[in-house]
């Protein structure tokens, strides 16, 4: 089995400028445009099928990372068609978790977390619509960023589901992703429009009551040695919004979207070769239909923005990132496909509603955790700030 990070190590592009990236070298997982390339999205039939269609340019935000000084060193392993958070890929192989040899990465930037937890390069690209710069830097160790939600950061960038994606960000250290971030983001996203504030940390303890009582206490230690945990406001659902129907809400928009971007070109290619989990999950978004249960999905959606908009304001909600640790190579399909659901219920929450959220790294007791922070629309660089204040140490 193939435990590489890289689609294509050799893809190289140089800074053309200089700035406050000199010198840091990115990888970019291989759904964005480079001028010349033509992208994978993970799926080899899929990048021969489209040979004649080379990009005419690079995605905006990677000029943007050169022009700052970085260098672009390889593009790296994505689930197919980003449809999945597990990390594994059978045309490409299943990238090393270095914390977790046994485990999976976490997906679907798979590669672009296993290059940064392995300190291939100091940062790397990812996109996220459904928890992908999330959930795998919770697997790996690593810090991961989801901006707030933008349409204008995906140009140049493989669709997933449009209404969620966003372009994320893997480092292993808070100063590196607070150099990278303004970069990334000033000018395409506003994440400098919204201050935090300390009196409004809110501790959704639902989210916490979802996990196992050994994972909960390790967070837990982990959470109290940054804020004072007594001392935080709690945070609940309204009657008859639930984690689950907000999950469902946000699997049924997914999976219409996915199906109105791929679909077509799915069946054209009846005999490609397809992760057997993501053909299914393909097999039931085309069934779906635009019909009143789509329509409810999208009011829940409206319903929770809404509602978890106003409950910010300046504040932030604490919150486990996954479930559990990654999830060991050779578990059962069922195995993962639990773990899956049960994490998206908590990773939807942030991509309902286009808000920001960074995972940070939890290392302690010979665990490999995350602990999330999620802020209000336009918080992103205070939310790396915030992060930097009270969890660096």
């Keep these: 089995m193939k435990r590489t990070a890289y689609i294509d190590r050799d893809i190289a592009l140089d800074a053309t400028g200089s700035g406050t990236l000199d010198g840091l070298t990115f990888a970019v997982k291989d759904v964005m445009d480079i001028k010349g390339h033509v992208a994978t999205i993970g799926n080899p039939l899929w990048r021969d099928s489209h040979l004649d269609q080379p990009a005419q340019f690079n995605a905006p935000v990677i000029d943007r990372l050169l022009a700052a000084g970085a260098n672009l060193r390889g593009t790296t392993i994505t689930d197919e068609f980003m449809y999945s958070i597990n990390g594994k890929n059978i045309h490409y192989g299943t990238p090393l978790n270095p914390l977790r040899p046994d485990s999976y990465t976490g997906g679907s930037s798979c590669g672009s977390a296993s290059a940064v937890a392995q300190g291939l390069c100091d940062f790397a690209l990812a996109t996220d619509a459904g928890g992908s710069s999330r959930v795998p830097a919770a697997y790996c160790g690593i810090y991961g960023f989801r901006p707030t939600y933008n349409p204008q950061l995906l140009t140049?960038?493989?669709?997933?589901?449009?209404?969620?994606?966003?372009?994320?960000?893997?480092?292993?250290?808070?100063?590196?992703?607070?150099?990278?971030?303004?970069?990334?983001?000033?000018?395409?996203?506003?994440?400098?429009?919204?201050?935090?504030?300390?009196?409004?940390?809110?501790?959704?303890?639902?989210?916490?009551?979802?996990?196992?009582?050994?994972?909960?206490?390790?967070?837990?230690?982990?959470?109290?040695?940054?804020?004072?945990?007594?001392?935080?406001?709690?945070?609940?659902?309204?009657?008859?919004?639930?984690?689950?129907?907000?999950?469902?809400?946000?699997?049924?928009?997914?999976?219409?979207?996915?199906?109105?971007?791929?679909?077509?070109?799915?069946?054209?290619?009846?005999?490609?070769?397809?992760?057997?989990?993501?053909?299914?999950?393909?097999?039931?978004?085309?069934?779906?239909?635009?019909?009143?249960?789509?329509?409810?999905?999208?009011?829940?959606?409206?319903?929770?923005?809404?509602?978890?908009?106003?409950?910010?304001?300046k504040g932030l909600i604490i919150l486990p990132t996954t479930i559990s640790e990654a999830p060991q190579i050779g578990s059962t399909s069922i195995e993962i496909e639990e773990i899956r659901a049960h994490t998206m219920e908590l990773t939807c929450l942030a991509s309902l509603a286009g808000l920001p959220q960074i995972n940070i790294p939890v290392l302690t007791g010979g665990r490999v955790l995350g602990l999330s922070l999620i802020g209000p629309r336009g918080s992103g660089i205070a939310l790396i700030e915030f992060v930097k204040k009270y969890f660096n140490a």
């Design 156 to 313: 140049g960038v493989a669709k997933q589901a449009k209404s969620f994606e966003t372009v994320g960000l893997f480092t292993r250290d808070i100063d590196t992703l607070l150099k990278v971030a303004p970069v990334i983001y000033d000018g395409s996203c506003a994440e400098y429009t919204t201050e935090l504030s300390m009196d409004s940390v809110l501790f959704y303890e639902d989210s916490f009551n979802l996990l196992p009582e050994n994972i909960k206490n390790t967070i837990y230690e982990f959470l109290v040695d940054g804020l004072p945990l007594p001392n935080l406001k709690v945070f609940s659902l309204i009657p008859g919004l639930t984690i689950k129907l907000l999950y469902e809400a946000f699997k049924r928009i997914q999976g219409i979207e996915m199906y109105e971007e791929y679909g077509s070109w799915l069946e054209a290619h009846k005999d490609v070769v397809i992760e057997p989990e993501i053909r299914n999950r393909f097999e039931w978004a085309s069934t779906l239909t635009k019909g009143d249960l789509y329509h409810d999905a999208l009011d829940m959606k409206e319903s929770w923005t809404k509602y978890v908009c106003a409950a910010l304001e």
